[in-house]
């Protein structure tokens, strides 16, 4: 039997894929009420814009914007648990729901994947999402106290371990660690990762993707896009890229750089362009599609998806621009020692 690995880079060396694009600005357009959010549920906190717990209370809502994208085009779907983690969900006092969270996100995610894949037989993918939580391994808080922090790394660790169990026991394929700002809490999801895949015996895939928060190129712990590849190969994850951020426009040559050097697939899904005055985006669909698609006529991705602001509308000009268009073929990279700091650094051989 092949592996989700397998499947995934069998269909990525036929043609470019697509990734689903927002959960939270879809969300946001069915205008939900506090007793939308809450359900029956007593939490003593209003849950209002708790997303992640709809797949508990309205999971019509997930259910409809995961439908829409794999209308769209979709060949992997993620899970609505960006925020499903102890430490996020402590902000609504919903920290005993995490697990029922992430089972039923990955079900409803698992059984649309499977039904969509059993009309035409493409295979189709479940990728649980796992967000950066509100805390930051790297950096202080207290500007007056520049060794405190508020979490350590095993904390960390403990947390997205308990959230990669409950989605692998609601059905996914792949564990996404996503939008990831800094370098260090991204490796205590890698080392959840690795030991959740040797509790289970078998192999248990990381998609990474990191963001950047200025034009240089860089997250907010310091890494440069090279940097942050260096600092993450050993996992062997079986995407990486970039997420969130920016729109298309400003991440062009950090996409190149990835490709340039990466040995494994580019998964790239920018936010519909920059957000206006009002924090809304107005990019249209063609606009994106445009901007991503150019990457891929030069062989510098293998997935396409949107971040913020972006729509099944989104997704579907992605998958009609690209329909086609041969994907990137992963480089072979001479084995040499390769070192993180905040820049790169590679020894002589």
């Known amino acids: 039997m092949t592996t989700a690995r397998e499947r995934l880079n069998a269909e990525a060396a036929q043609r470019v894929l697509i990734t ?3 959960f939270g600005t879809e969300i946001q357009n069915w205008k939900l009420s506090e ?38 085009g979709s060949d992997i779907v993620s899970t609505n648990t960006f925020s499903a983690n102890l430490i996020s969900q402590a902000d609504y006092g919903a920290e005993a729901l995490v697990a029922d969270i992430n089972i039923e996100s990955a ?32 950096l202080s808080p207290d500007v007056n106290d520049p060794g405190y922090r508020e979490i350590d790394f095993d904390h ?7 959230q990669i169990d409950a989605l692998v026991t609601g059905g996914i394929d792949f564990v996404l660690i996503e ?3 800094d370098t260090l809490n991204a490796k205590a999801g890698v080392l959840a990762a690795i030991e959740a895949g040797q509790a289970l015996g078998r192999d248990l895939p990381i998609m990474l993707s990191m963001t950047l928060t200025d034009l240089s190129g860089r997250n ?25 951020s920016f729109g ?30 009002l924090g809304a985006y107005d990019e249209a669909p063609e606009t994106t599609a445009a ?26 000009a992605m998958a009609d621009r690209v329909r086609g268009v041969a994907p990137r073929k992963v480089p072979g990279v001479p084995v040499q020692t390769r070192l993180a700091g905040l820049e790169p650094f590679t020894m002589a051989a």
């Open 20 to 22: 689903d694009g927002a």
């Open 35 to 72: 007793a939308d959010y809450a359900g029956s549920l007593t939490l003593g906190h209003d849950q209002k814009g708790n997303n992640d717990i709809l797949a508990i209370t309205k999971p019509e809502v997930p259910e409809t914007i995961t439908r829409a994208y794999l209308d769209a």
């Open 107 to 138: 079900r409803i995610a698992r059984r649309l994947a499977d039904d969509y894949a059993a009309r035409d037989g493409r295979p189709r993918f479940v990728a649980g999402a796992i967000g950066p939580t509100n805390k930051t391994l790297s």
């Open 156 to 162: 960390l660790k403990g947390v997205y371990r308990d």
């Open 179 to 181: 939008t990831v700002f």
């Open 220 to 244: 907010l712990s310091g890494h440069t896009v090279e940097a942050f590849w260096h600092a993450i190969r050993h996992a062997k994850p079986v995407t990486i890229g970039l997420n969130c």
């Open 248 to 277: 298309a426009e400003q991440l062009r040559p950090h996409v190149k750089t990835l490709s340039d050097i990466c040995d494994t697939l580019i998964m790239v899904y920018p936010n519909a362009g920059l957000p206006n005055e």
């Open 291 to 316: 901007l991503v698609g150019d990457w891929a006529d030069h062989g510098q991705v293998n997935v396409l998806g949107g971040c913020c602001g972006s729509t099944p509308a989104h997704i579907k």
